[in-house]
């Protein structure tokens, strides 16, 4: 599965966590990324340097339907491109000056979890969402159709933290391009901390 259970082990196996005495010992994907999330919020963010080496974007695809639900340390852009949805109900955290944008036609939901910076010191680049400042926006509860403005759709608890901006409504590397203004952003219980500014809206008129 691509979700493993962390407790999916039997008192008959090798588990470590068996306690049974079998060798060689072994430790599940799961527990592995739990022991990782543990060291790297026990120890001070410059104890582990994650941010020397550049990564390939991740793309969230069209058709695609991604929740994230454990840790992410990402020196690399996330591209939610049109008609893929992406959504975060986990600690994420992102390079300097790293961005997560919203393509047209597509959606991010930050649902209870965090998005804030990876490298100690430095702010990360923020959410950019795409609009269309000739069509009316979708509602926050739906897809919107391919032409019209990406939705950001943050709730229950969620934070974004030690950003820039931490929502742009606009398409990343092209802040003057009136055309693709009025990306939709809705926000309800939860928290911008410590960013910059927290929303960058554009003029949309309609």
């Not at 999916?8 to 196996?13: F, H, K, Q």
Request: charged share 20%; with cysteine; proline share 3%.
């Amino acid at each position: 599965t691509d979700k493993p259970n962390c407790d999916n082990w039997s008192t008959l196996s090798n588990n470590i966590m068996g306690y049974n005495g079998k060798e060689p010992w072994a430790i599940s994907p799961c527990q592995w990324k739990g022991f990782y999330s543990g060291i790297y919020r026990t120890f001070h963010e410059s104890t582990i340097d994650f941010c020397t080496q550049e990564q390939s974007p991740i793309y969230i695809q069209s058709g695609q339907f991604v929740e994230w639900e454990t840790l992410k340390l990402l020196n690399r852009h996330v591209i939610v491109q049109t008609g893929g949805q992406l959504t975060i109900s986990c600690e994420v955290r992102m390079g300097e000056e790293k961005t997560i944008q919203v393509q047209r036609g597509a959606k991010l939901i930050v649902n209870g979890g965090t998005i804030r910076n990876l490298c100690y010191g430095k702010r990360w680049g923020g959410i950019y969402v795409e609009g269309n400042n000739s069509l009316a926006q979708c509602s926050p509860g739906s897809f919107p159709s391919a032409s019209q403005s990406g939705v950001v759709f943050v709730k229950n608890n969620a934070r974004i933290e030690k950003a820039a901006d931490a929502i742009i409504t606009a398409k990343f590397g092209e802040l003057w391009n009136e055309s693709m203004w009025g990306g939709l952003v809705y926000a309800e219980n939860s928290a911008f901390v410590n960013n910059r500014r927290a929303i960058s809206f554009m003029k949309y008129d309609i």
